[in-house]
């Protein structure tokens, strides 16, 4: 055995790179940068490659960004992330910003000199987002090589794992079929092509996944949709197998990802469809040089991806069906083990995984379980890791939210569960009633078609809002068929972008509340848009079909806080999970369901 060298604490880790970042600054002759989280794709989750927020400030969150200036710099996040920001960084180095109450450009703005260059790098950037620094009046200025690449001296390589196909069982079109509808839209719009940034497009268009990133299946890659139907695809010819190639077919250009610029510069004179949001600036960057126009629009696979075909519906109730029994079997584990204060937030998420493990046509986790007991469930996105482990304790409430993807649908489920074995105090049971009222409101709702997600957001706060009660995030989230468990372009949210819903598409429905220090209350379900057929309708309506199925808490339940109409939701609801559910499970874990599921009373 050789001696080792001290590890360095993290914060003077961080503070290293910092200095090292603002080294870069001062190389390339810019007063400030920003670092956003997202990787050329401006994906949710990225390959560690991408991972320049982490390596900078030690904040591992799936949304948020960094300022830096020559002389200070903050960290951006949202609602969901604001305590785990807290814990990650160093307030010596880095402000921690709420990302709506202070705006990036806003704070740089405030603080960076007059006049200053702010460097960004054109691949990590939406044009709508370097619109609003643009109009904070800073001047933003394209980095030919990213300072944070610069100064990450042990960066990883990029990932080169194997496309490969998805099946017409599990899919339900061919990507024929599909390339020929996108192609049909493009000349509609009178439009000659679009850019497909997004790798959950390409996965949809091709039929094709991938295990370039964690928890969801994507291969990485560009691609360029032309109105003629011909597709052009930029990934690296190393993850595609011969198999994967004659998948894909005729009419399906494969080409490295270094043609991509010189494919643009060939579109001058053509009218090329951009996500102004979606896609990074470069891309219209590249094509006005070239001298073609450039067509703000969104993605054209967006909303055909997010109305799921018959096919896929099914593989939906499918797999949330599968994912009933680990959840049920979970759930029962948990029944019995709460009380004993034997297992911790790292062994509970462990076990339920092993159980998903067993199931047939797993995939892997739709992300990392947010597995938090007592003070971590008010951390919204809480990741436990060895440093912040502890144990479930007996009489508090534990908040476990999951998901797994099966090759036929994705699922995502959150329940809050009272470890026991003494009743849970009122306080926490009316609050859990009152997120459980907000989740019901949603779960029923019938509503005219051309709706928009932040149409629908308040009646899961309207419980809460009467008691001065809210929370800090959306309702709501649209759920991809073995894709993203975060998709677009619906979303339940104040901040949703006016998309009507439509059927087809499938959306989560997690109203929550969170005493900070406390505890975290979420109750989550994954929702199926289907037509409503109404007698005195004069125009489509819409309902949801419910497709989680495990039951929730009754003991963090107060039946006099529910309407009547509520009680006989929730009665029909565990009715049906008992018998969905419950011919699956073997003799202890069946009898325990029959009691979870037993009506109000």
Excluded at 89 to 96: I, K, P, V
Excluded at 258 to 284: I, M, N, Q, T, Y
Aim: net charge negative; glycine share 8%; aromatic share 6%.
């Amino acid at each position: 055995m050789t001696a080792s060298s001290p590890v360095a604490p993290a914060s003077d880790i961080h503070a290293a790179r910092l200095r090292a970042v603002r080294d870069q600054l001062a190389a390339q002759g810019l007063d400030g940068f920003i670092v956003p989280r997202a990787d050329e794709h401006l994906g949710e989750y990225v390959p560690p490659a991408a991972e320049r927020l982490a390596w900078l400030t030690g904040f591992t969150g799936s949304a948020g960004l960094a300022a830096v200036l020559r002389d200070r710099a903050a960290v951006f996040t949202d609602g969901r992330y604001v305590l785990q920001l807290a814990a990650q960084t160093d307030a010596a180095l880095w402000a921690r910003e709420h990302v709506t109450e202070t705006p990036p450009p806003s704070w740089l703005a405030r603080h960076a000199a007059p006049g200053a260059r702010i460097g960004y790098d054109p691949l990590l950037l939406s044009e709508e987002a370097l619109g609003r620094y643009a109009e904070a009046g800073l001047e933003m200025v394209p980095v030919a090589r990213n300072p944070v690449d610069a100064a990450w001296s042990d960066r990883p390589a990029p990932p080169t794992a194997p496309a490969t196909p998805q099946p017409l069982d599990y899919a339900g079109r061919s990507g024929a079929e599909k390339r020929g509808e996108i192609a049909g839209l493009l000349r509609e719009a009178k439009q000659d092509a679009a850019v497909l940034s997004d790798p959950a497009s390409i996965a949809w268009l091709l039929n094709i996944r991938g295990a370039d990133v964690p928890f969801t299946p994507f291969a990485l890659g560009f691609a360029l949709v032309h109105a003629d139907g011909a597709t052009d695809l930029f990934m690296d010819p190393v993850k595609l197998t011969a198999e994967t190639r004659a998948w894909i077919g005729n009419g399906v250009a494969i080409e490295p990802r270094e043609a991509l610029a010189p494919a643009l510069a060939r579109l001058g004179g053509k009218r090329v469809r951009v996500d102004p949001s979606g896609s990074p600036v470069w891309f219209a960057q590249q094509l006005r040089a070239a001298g073609a126009t450039v067509v703000a629009g969104p993605d054209p696979c967006l909303l055909p991806k997010a109305c799921k075909n018959a096919v896929e519906q099914q593989g939906a109730r499918a797999a949330h069906a599968r994912d009933a029994t680990a959840m049920c079997r979970f759930l029962h584990w948990l029944h019995e083990i709460g009380p004993t204060g034997r297992e911790t937030e790292l062994s509970a998420a462990e076990k339920l995984l092993a159980l998903r493990a067993e199931l047939p046509l797993f995939r892997g986790e739709s992300f990392p379980a947010i597995s938090g007991a007592g003070e971590h469930g008010a951390i919204i996105h809480y990741r436990v890791d060895a440093a912040s482990n502890r144990a479930i304790r007996p009489d508090e409430v534990y908040l476990i939210d999951s998901g797994a993807q099966f090759a036929d649908g994705t699922t995502d489920i959150t329940r809050t569960v009272w470890t026991g074995p003494g009743a849970p105090p009122l306080e926490q049971r009316e609050r859990v009633t009152r997120v459980l009222q907000g989740h019901i409101a949603i779960a029923t709702l019938v509503f005219p078609q051309g709706v928009a997600g932040a149409h629908l957001d308040a009646f899961a706060r309207r419980a809460l809002w009467q008691v001065g009660l809210d929370y800090d995030h959306g309702t709501g989230h649209g759920v991809g068929s073995y894709l993203s468990v975060h998709e677009g372009p619906v979303s339940l949210s104040r901040l949703a972008r006016p998309v009507p819903i439509a059927a087809g598409m499938i959306l989560s429905n997690e109203p929550g509340y969170y005493l900070p220090d406390a505890y975290g209350i979420r109750l989550e379900n994954l929702l199926l848009v289907q037509p409503a057929t109404l007698a005195a309708a004069r125009k489509p309506f819409l309902r949801f079909e419910t497709l989680t199925l495990a039951p929730f808490d009754r003991r963090l339940i107060e039946p006099a806080l529910l309407a009547p109409a509520e009680r006989a939701w929730l009665d029909d609801y565990h009715a049906r999970v008992l018998a969905e559910v419950g011919p699956h499970l073997d003799g202890a874990t069946s009898a325990w369901l029959r009691a979870a599921c037993a009506p109000l009373g």
